[in-house]
């Protein structure tokens, strides 16, 4: 990595360093960098900018029914007026209840296969050699543009009826293979090519030192992977983590076309619950709030290791 | 047979069902890695081991999808053929065995799932909605629509606007919150957007932008319009205006992602360079622009190129905010329009259109990977 060289003239910079080293802790200093004041104000600003819509949410969801449709939610400040009836609303709800279910036992599934997948394929891209392989890498990158909707109907087709040949099954297709199974391969057949793409750069960036002390301690690429990329990956396998189980969980599109009936996850189930008539609109505020709850939850369990690792390999490149 | 194994685990509750099928998927992961471990080996055993790897996992594998005897003897024999190639391998035994289980998994799903897809859009492209051969009549057909040519501009407007915006905003808010006091929850305000589904943001910005004609407005910005004593404005209506404002949310979503991955970045920039800068008399920002920045570069173009893809696929958004409202198409979601109106062909023109916009940057993309080669 190259640093760009930081000559800029001292004249420039007002006062010199001679009069701040004398201040001492320089250390302390530099990683206090830009918490001036200004900073502050602005990053207050942002964090109200993009909190207030959710916070309208939040208040607009302990409101009583003919309220939300009468007024806006800052009126509340003036009227004081809340219930937690809403949210008893959801939560009686069978359906609400077991869609959540249905969110994490597709959520969770469909987080660890394709990455999994996608860390074997980013290791044979990043450090075994073959023909092709730029080329190939290129390929994968750019299937990310290919938009799911393009890719639902041939999908569908091929996990309804299977795949046949001349009349004859090679594959007999997914029916009766339990509820879940195709929404998991769907979203893991869509996650991979980002996936591989995001892994790859951060594998890469193992020192290649190390990949080659431990062939020449005899291990082959198994043990390699096994032992010494997927511990050193483990804070990018987990940045991805988060966002693979968060764009599974806010989905909607597959689990229209994927998760029927039973399957339905809480944004699908939320949805409907706004396509009847409208009538059910007020309950979308509690329900909405309930939804989000997990995918916080995940997130703040899994924040350190964004903060260990680097999604991207940030320092070198 | 695999059918019926995950028919049988699918009658299991399903919370008993997400470990049950998280671990067999671990348990054949960990024998494909087994496998590649011991593949390169040499001596008659191994040589033996690989064989029957070779011919056996493909036939074991159709078996399971249920397939005819021919399809699995098929699989068998170019099985067979795959331990001949390999053992004849000029980097060695094993070495192709080796390439095919760490890349199979992948392909064999990407190629199913994306790639034949891809190659159907594309014949359709040039087929009518009928099936008949028509060149590029349906390019023809985008490019002669006023409409359309509005959904294009508006496509390139998102793809434009949102991950310079969210970019800037979350570097911004990054850097400002480093090494503060509360950094978690600062992060969490910003990061919020990110774990609501679009089903939640369409209802949240439904009391940002809403308006009623007359009486008591529930969205808060006309809200603010009327306290200060202006008439309500039915935002989502005014042209060019709307596209605009639906960018916003999508920004407000990308943002989070934006901050969570430079603010990673940024704390990886090694503190000595910084105090050597500080020595040098350098203020903060001349410090975050020579040695922050540049410490960061590779994390900005990943961050800059996900969003980028991510505005040029925005559906969710437009399909639930905006198509009531004039001139707020985007490629995307006209797509779908005309797959649900059957019009395949001109759908299909539309992801071919869409794949053309986002060459330039897999190709800058293609660069950068080679470029990172080359140093290393």
Sequence with gaps: MSVAPVDLPIAGTGKGAIERADTGSITKRTKKRLTSRGATIASLIIALLWTIPTFGLFITSLRPQE?????????????WDFTIENYQTVLANPDIASSIINSIAIALPATVIPLVIASLAAYAFAWIDFRGKDFLFVGVFALQIVPIQMALVPLLSLFSRGFQVAGDPLFEGFRGAGEYTQVWVAH??????????????????IPREVIEAARVDGAGHGQIFFRIVLP??????????????????????????????????????????????????????????????????????????????????STKG | ??????????????????????????????????????????????????????????????????????????????????????????????YILQLVGFLAP?????????????????????????????????????????ENLVTIRNTIIWVLV???????????????IDRSRGEKVFKILVFMPMAISFVGASIIWRFVYGYRGEGSQYGIINGIIVALGGDPVNLLQQVPLNTFLLIVV?????????????????KNVPAEQLEAAEIDGTN????????????IRSSLVVVLTTISIASLKVFDIVRTMGTAYPDTGVIANDMVTLLQKFETGRSSAFAVLLFLLVMPIVIYNARQIKKQREIR
């Design chain 2, 250 to 266: 999508l920004i407000w979503v990308q943002t989070g992602f934006a901050m969570v991955v430079l603010s990673a970045a940024i």
């Design chain 2, 284 to 295: 903060s920002f001349q410090r975050f622009w020579n040695v922050t920045l540049p410490g």
């Design chain 1, 67 to 79: 309220e939300i449709t009468r007024s806006g939610w800052w009126e509340v400040f003036t009227k």
């Design chain 2, 162 to 176: 949102v991950p310079v915006v969210s970019t800037i905003a979350g570097l911004a808010y990054a850097v400002f």
């Design chain 1, 188 to 205: 893991s057949i869509f996650a991979l090519p980002l996936a591989i793409f995001l892994l790859h750069n951060f594998i890469t960036e």
């Design chain 2, 106 to 146: 992948a392909f064999i799903l990407v190629i199913i799932g994306l790639v034949y897809p891809t190659i159907q859009t594309i014949i359709a492209s040039f087929q009518s909605s009928r099936g008949a051969f028509i060149g590029f009549d349906n390019f023809a057909w985008i490019f002669s629509q006023p």
């Design chain 1, 232 to 313: 050193l990956t483990v804070p990018a396998i987990a940045s991805f983590a988060i966002f693979q189980f968060l764009w599974v969980w806010n989905d909607l599109l597959i689990a229209l076309i994927f998760a029927s009936g039973a399957a339905s996850p809480i944004t699908r189930t939320l949805a409907e619950l706004t396509g009847e008539f409208g009538q059910n609109a007020y309950l979308l505020p509690a329900g909405a709030f309930i939804s989000m709850l997990i995918p916080l939850i995940v997130f703040f369990a899994l924040q350190r290791f964004f903060v260990r690792g680097l999604l991207a390999g």
């Design chain 2, 1 to 94: 047979m695999l059918k019926d194994l995950l028919g049988w685990i699918g009658g299991f509750p399903p919370l008993v069902q997400i470990p049950v099928v998280i671990l067999a998927f671990l348990v054949v992961i960990a024998l494909v890695l087994f496998f590649v471990e011991i593949a390169p080996r040499s001596g008659r055993n191994y040589t033996i081991i690989r064989l029957v790897v070779a011919v056996a996992v493909p036939a074991l594998a159709l078996l399971a999808l249920g397939s005819i005897w021919w399809g699995i003897a098929i699989a068998a024999v170019v099985g067979g053929l795959f331990f001949l190639l390999d053992y004849r391998s000029r980097e060695g035994k094993g």
